[in-house]
């Protein structure tokens, strides 16, 4: 065999090194469009803590296993019960608190840490625009917090779908049931996500903008509190607007209605002003969002 | 190709502050050093060149591309080193620059692939997988000089690579400029505030103060229209020179010294030769080799 002679003649050395010199990148170089998927991709990624250390992973992975325990424990309550415990809307309003540390956890992960280390000017002097920066953090910020919650909806709805006893009926009927739950939950997403956002992109410590974002959403709550009863009966019903929180649930009452209050009317009362508290939220999370936008105009020039 | 061309172009900031002052300059492809005082104005050309800044007047192109019309454009093409810290201590280098080789534009294997490569080039082998946290300054500066290159550009802007270094760290750092220069077919511009770091590395230097262009030229054009031997002889100055002149070289007297441009090596058997007829004791003669910066200093008391 001539292979085998040869190579005995010229043994050639394994694992050599060769220093080949500079190579000229020939490849691809992709537009705006994949830069922004990368690093929207990027920012999901870092939202649970993939690609980092096993430290960042524990408090995501903490809250979506309590919100995915709650999930499986009303699908088990719901099917020996043969009845819903919580609407879908309802999971979600209850979780909205755990959603919230998770976004004061998350937030600051996705801005404040780039402001700290001062790696801004590497990603402006690339060819990706300052917005995009901004939006792909805010779009990864939103998805993750839908996936939250939508995510355990979604075990809530495997559980019904399984145990019904309507066949695909009864399937059917609670797919129509999910889906306003799955846009109630991306609402809170969104709202969360851009107030959150902003307050965490306006600080470098990650500390600080945690305990930013906690303030905002709670510190709120007591104002709503102190409208709720003041004698005036308007002050009452549009006293949900004073905070986030409540805002997310008046704009659910009105869309949503018995999804997610059931016959009884509950604590909240938001009259005939449903209009006015989607309103508020759409410019909310509009007006959030271009301030975002107009801090990352000015940040690291 | 003209890599990188301004014409009047000013800057001021917020009407009052200026940091450019009608700055017109042409240079080739190769290593530039861009050399100026603190706050000459450095900073401030660099981010313009990158489009991040728009010039209060004046046109600028990089490339031959408008940097304030298509920064974008610019920016495929350009690497950027900032001069401040910019890595996150908690990523390693390795991630760190395939990340940003992505939002170069690379797809994901390429950005991996390049990415090592970069940080090869700039010397961090094993270590690039450990957080940057942990880095000596040395090697920060080499991985920032990394993600600058992970995307293969055609220019390289690089503010100070050699702030914090110590002296071996200074002339680690300039050798591996220099070959990215000359060897990997990159055009450089090199920042400092030190002339004597960047006139050894480039070929071409542009020099600024106080956002005006003080000199921009070929480093040669600037070094060897200015060798000058000094001689020195003890007594008969007077008839040396008269005797240099007769000669037909063009003789400065800098008091006790005579300075004789050279122009090449027979200038020395000239001198020698006359200083022996005259019988006179020569007391030095040597080449004065004329830092840049003396160019520079002479230029500015002649503008004074």
Known sequence: ?301 | MTLIATQSLTKTYGGRVTALTDLTVAVEPGIIGLVGANGAGKSTLIKILLGLIAPTSGQVSVLDIDPTAEPAAVRARVGYMPEHDCLPPDLSAAELVTHLGRMSGLPRTAARERASEALRHVGLYEERYRPVGGYSTGMKQRVKLAQALVHDPDLLLLDEPTNGLDPAGRDAMLALVHRIGTEFGISVLVCSHLLGEVERICDTLIAIDGGRLLRADHISAMTTATDVLAVEVSEGTEELAARLAALDLPVARDGRLLLVPLADDSTYDLILGAVAELDLPLHRLDQRRHRVSELFATRELTHA
């Not at chain 1, 009317?265 to 271009?290: D, H, K």
């Open chain 1, 1 to 301: 065999m001539p292979e085998l002679s040869s190579a005995a003649v010229r043994p050639t050395p394994t694992g050599v090194i060769h220093d080949i010199g500079y190579q000229r990148y020939e490849g691809p170089r992709l537009g705006r469009r994949h830069v922004f998927g990368a690093l929207y991709l990027h920012g999901l990624r870092t939202i649970f803590g993939f690609g980092r250390s096993a430290k960042a992973k524990i408090f995501p992975w903490l809250v979506v296993g309590i919100v995915t325990l709650v999930a499986v424990a009303l699908a088990a309550l719901r099917s020996q019960l043969g009845e819903p415990v919580a609407t879908y809307a309802q999971f979600a309003d209850a979780m909205s608190w755990l959603v919230l540390f998770f976004v004061a956890v998350a937030a600051p992960e996705l801005v404040s840490r780039d402001l700290r280390s001062g790696v801004l000017p590497l990603y402006f002097s690339r060819p990706l625009p300052r917005a995009d920066y901004a939006l792909a953090k805010l779009l990864a910020l939103v998805t993750g917090l839908w996936l939250l919650l939508g995510g355990p909806q979604l075990v809530m709805f495997l559980g019904a779908a399984f145990t019904t006893k309507d066949g695909l009926k009864g399937v059917w009927n609670e797919l129509l049931d999910l889906l306003p739950g799955l846009l109630y939950a991306g609402l809170w997403a969104v709202v969360f996500a851009s107030v959150g956002l902003l307050i965490a992109s306006l600080t470098g410590k990650r500390a600080f903008a945690a305990g930013g974002v906690v303030a905002v959403f709670l510190m709120t709550t007591p104002i709503v509190g102190v409208l709720s009863i003041l004698p005036s009966h308007t002050a009452n019903e549009l006293a949900g607007l004073a905070s986030p929180t409540t805002l997310v649930q008046g704009v659910g009452i009105w869309s949503l209605g018995d999804l997610l209050v059931e016959g009884d009317p509950g604590e909240m009362m938001i009259g005939g002003f449903g209009p006015v508290y989607a309103l508020v939220a759409v410019l909310l999370v509009a007006g959030a969002a271009a301030l975002l936008l107009a801090r990352y105009r000015k940040v690291a020039s």
